[in-house]
């Protein structure tokens, strides 16, 4: 139990330095938003460690280059993806789960949307569907449901990071 909440207490420290030093900047989605990928890497070569869920896991290409983060597997643990090469992802099809998300955010208490305002993909191209928002409303379930199943310590996660 004591274990568990150093780990949670170490994440939302973690959470709010990233927030502080401007890697994290989540603005609530309100109405509609257009999202096309400008390939400028700075999501894979930003210090967010990539959290690897089970299904994540049981890709062998990324568990070689995974570490390991607050006890969780992750990957660009260092900041640096190794799977971005000339501005592209080598395993764009089958990359990690946050990655499909990115930079949309789902928050499971108050099931609101939010992004990623540092995106420069954000406002570009066409607007998000409500098919592409269900399919990241799951890649975030399924995020957020590998890092813990104790409701009370994923409230405070969330809160560290939507709040
Ligand atoms: S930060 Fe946004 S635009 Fe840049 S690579 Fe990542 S998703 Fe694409
Ligand atoms: S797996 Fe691909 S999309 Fe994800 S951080 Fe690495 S290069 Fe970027």
């Given at each position: 139990?004591?274990?568990?909440s150093k780990k949670v207490n170490k994440i939302i420290s973690e959470i709010r330095k990233l927030k502080r030093n401007?890697f994290l900047?989540?603005?609530?989605?309100?109405?509609?938003?257009?999202?096309?990928?400008?390939?400028?890497?700075?999501?894979?070569?930003?210090p967010l460690p990539?959290?690897?869920?089970?299904?994540?896991?049981?890709?062998?290409?990324?568990?070689?280059?995974?570490?390991?983060w607050y006890g969780?597997?992750?990957?660009?643990?260092?900041?640096?993806?190794?799977?971005?090469?000339?501005?592209?992802?080598?395993?764009?099809?089958?990359?990690?789960?946050?990655?499909?998300?990115?930079?949309?955010?789902?928050?499971?208490?108050?099931?609101?949307?939010?992004?990623?305002?540092?995106?420069?993909?954000?406002?570009?191209?066409?607007?998000?569907?409500?098919?592409?928002?269900?399919?990241?409303?799951?890649?975030?379930?399924?995020?957020?449901?590998?890092i813990?199943?104790?409701?009370?310590s994923?409230?405070k996660i969330c809160q560290a990071f939507?709040l």
């Open positions: 139990m004591e274990k568990t401007g900047k989540l603005k609530p989605l309100q109405g509609e938003v257009r999202f096309k990928c400008q390939r400028c890497g700075k999501c894979c070569n930003s990539i959290i690897l869920t089970k299904e994540d896991q049981k890709n062998t290409e990324v568990i070689k280059k995974s570490s390991t969780f597997k992750v990957l660009k643990g260092n900041g640096k993806c190794p799977f971005f090469e000339k501005g592209r992802c080598k395993i764009h099809s089958k990359r990690p789960t946050v990655c499909k998300a990115y930079p949309f955010h789902y928050d499971p208490f108050t099931k609101k949307f939010y992004f990623d305002e540092n995106c420069p993909g954000i406002g570009h191209g066409k607007i998000v569907s409500q098919q592409k928002l269900r399919e990241i409303k799951n890649y975030r379930l399924s995020f957020w449901r590998s813990t199943s104790d409701t009370k994923l409230l939507f």
